[in-house]
């Protein structure tokens, strides 16, 4: 069983979390505000994000604001825009979560060509979490986290953006395991990047977390598989907790380029571990995103 969460005192400290409108996202940031931290919501549905801040506003007090700001993250050329209005607003970051994920349904392709569930799970994360590197080296020891999953066991990396969008070779589970596998290579090589900063990253796999990540769109061989598993998942606040540890707790301050369950490092595939997948990955999200 996991251990409880962290009360570590976060006054002072700004937080930054993507999918914060439900599920993991706002259990964390709903924790996080109690310990003290002042949070940015990025959310894509008004009326979502309002009643999220709203939420996460009652857990923080009055004296402590929530912000929330709007963004896609579907689309490239929004995660640009987030970026700025992040440079503007906040001179500091002390804690970047990229949270938000989706399970994918049929084949969809953006209007900037990008499937669907790898630009939302990976290459936003990678734009934005290196457009946000500035802000974050501000902070005198900052954290990232990244939330990946188990799914990565089966997962590995399609060298082109056509092998990815070929309908022929489209599956919504294997896209998702891809992209998962995708969020840990990122956070290995990251953290390998960062060595010599006060930047740490990590990645998290939650648990099997009741949330809303299943959706209309998900393939029926899935959602079977995902009401099956309801008895034995856990509540979003229990999801919520290794990224919250990480987060917060001093103990982590300075440990790098690890994957998480319940607290603790833990074991991730060979190919998520390889050093050359991840520079293969780095190499393709430069191409594909257009950031050097
Ligand atoms: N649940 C699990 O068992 C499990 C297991 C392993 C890993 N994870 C990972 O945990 C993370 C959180 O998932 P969850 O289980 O909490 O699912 P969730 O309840 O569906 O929450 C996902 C969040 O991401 C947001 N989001 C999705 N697409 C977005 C986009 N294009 N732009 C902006 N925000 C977007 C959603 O916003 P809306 O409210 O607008 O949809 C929502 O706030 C994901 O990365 C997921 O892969 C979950």
Same mark, same amino acid.
């Given at each position: 069983?996991?251990?409880s969460p962290s009360i570590s005192d976060m006054? #002072? %400290?700004?937080?930054?979390? /993507?999918?914060?409108?439900?599920?993991?996202?706002?259990?964390?940031? !709903?924790q996080?505000?109690r310990q003290g931290? !002042?949070?940015?919501?990025?959310?894509?549905?008004?009326?979502?994000?309002?009643?999220? !801040?709203?939420?996460? &506003?009652?857990?923080?007090?009055?004296?402590?604001?929530?912000?929330?700001?709007?963004?896609?993250? *579907?689309? +490239?050329?929004?995660?640009?825009?987030?970026?700025?209005?992040?440079?503007?607003?906040?001179?500091?970051?002390?804690?970047?979560?990229?949270?938000?994920?989706?399970?994918?349904?049929?084949?969809?392709?953006?209007?900037? #060509?990008?499937?669907?569930?790898? @630009?939302?799970?990976?290459?936003?994360?990678?734009?934005?979490?290196?457009?946000?590197?500035?802000? +974050?080296?501000?902070?005198? &020891?900052?954290?990232?986290?990244?939330?990946? *999953?188990?799914?990565?066991?089966?997962? &590995?990396?399609?060298?082109?953006?056509?092998?990815?969008?070929?309908?022929?070779?489209?599956?919504?589970? /294997?896209?998702?395991?891809?992209?998962?596998?995708?969020?840990?290579?990122?956070?290995?090589?990251?953290?390998? $990047?960062?060595?010599?900063?006060?930047?740490?990253?990590?990645?998290?796999?939650?648990?099997? @977390?009741?949330?809303?990540?299943?959706?209309?769109?998900?393939?029926?061989?899935?959602?079977?598989?995902?009401?099956?598993?309801?008895?034995?998942?856990? *509540?979003?606040?229990? #999801?919520?907790?290794?990224?919250i540890?990480?987060?917060s707790a001093?103990?982590?301050? $300075?440990?790098?380029?690890?994957?998480?369950?319940?607290? %603790?490092?833990?074991?991730?595939?060979? %190919?998520? &571990? *390889? !050093?050359?997948?991840?520079? $293969?990955?780095?190499?393709?999200?430069?191409?594909?995103? #257009?950031?050097?």
């Amino acid at each position: 069983m996991a251990s409880s969460p962290s009360i570590s005192d976060m006054h #002072g %400290k700004t937080v930054l979390i /993507t999918g914060a409108s439900g599920g993991i996202g706002l259990a964390t940031a !709903r924790q996080l505000a109690r310990q003290g931290a !002042r949070l940015v919501l990025v959310c894509r549905n008004p009326e979502k994000a309002e009643l999220a !801040r709203a939420t996460v &506003q009652e857990a923080a007090g009055p004296e402590t604001p929530v912000d929330v700001l709007l963004c896609d993250l *579907s689309l +490239l050329r929004n995660v640009r825009t987030l970026a700025a209005e992040v440079a503007r607003r906040y001179p500091r970051l002390d804690v970047l979560i990229n949270n938000a994920g989706i399970m994918p349904g049929p084949l969809t392709v953006t209007e900037e #060509g990008h499937e669907l569930s790898w @630009v939302t799970n990976h290459l936003s994360v990678f734009t934005l979490t290196n457009l946000l590197l500035p802000q +974050l080296m501000a902070a005198e &020891q900052a954290r990232i986290i990244t939330l990946a *999953s188990e799914a990565h066991w089966l997962g &590995q990396i399609e060298a082109s953006q056509e092998a990815r969008n070929d309908p022929h070779k489209y599956s919504a589970i /294997t896209a998702y395991c891809d992209s998962k596998l995708a969020n840990i290579l990122f956070t290995n090589e990251l953290a390998h $990047r960062l060595e010599l900063t006060g930047i740490t990253a990590n990645c998290v796999h939650p648990g099997m @977390v009741n949330s809303g990540l299943m959706n209309p769109q998900t393939p029926l061989l899935m959602k079977s598989m995902w009401y099956m598993a309801l008895p034995f998942m856990i *509540s979003t606040e229990r #999801g919520a907790q290794t990224s919250i540890y990480l987060a917060s707790a001093p103990e982590v301050a $300075r440990i790098s380029g690890k994957y998480f369950k319940r607290n %603790k490092p833990g074991r991730s595939s060979a %190919k998520a &571990q *390889s !050093r050359a997948e991840a520079s $293969r990955l780095w190499r393709i999200s430069e191409e594909e995103t #257009g950031m050097e």
